[in-house]
């Protein structure tokens, strides 16, 4: 199994910043891909950002130029830093990894952290 440390989410006001924290910890050897997900009330879940072991990143379309993400394998960490935030960013935030364990290589989820973008 693996467990999760997320922290940062919060209220905002638009054009204002936050960053999340998501620590990975338990029965694993390593972590390939970290990352965000995020979803809205009535919406599917999606790609916000990830990033795996090798440094290589996505991000979706809307959070270009915004959000950036970066990690620390050393911890186990991985962060977000989400600028410029707007009211659409407005979802709870899942933090997911790929990790591989002695017998397979599993997704994981964490519990999620709300973001409210409002005025």
């Known amino acids: 199994q693996v467990q999760f440390e997320e922290s940062g989410g919060g209220l905002v006001q638009p054009g204002e910043s936050l960053t999340l924290s998501c620590a990975a910890s338990?029965?694993?050897?390593?972590?390939?891909?970290m990352g965000w997900y995020r979803q809205a009330p009535g919406k599917q879940r999606e790609l916000v950002a990830d990033?795996?072991?090798?440094?290589?990143?996505n991000y979706a379309d809307s959070v270009k130029g915004r959000f950036t993400i970066s990690r620390d394998n050393a911890k186990n960490t991985a962060f977000l830093q989400m600028n410029s935030l707007k009211p659409e960013d407005t979802a709870v935030y899942y933090c997911?990894?790929?990790?591989?364990?002695?017998?397979?290589?599993?997704?994981?989820w964490g519990q999620g952290t709300q973001v409210t973008v409002s005025s």
């Open positions: 997911h990894v790929e990790a591989q364990r002695l017998t397979d290589r599993k997704d994981y």
């Open positions: 338990g029965e694993f050897i390593r972590l390939y891909t």
């Open positions: 990033m795996n072991n090798r440094g290589g990143t």
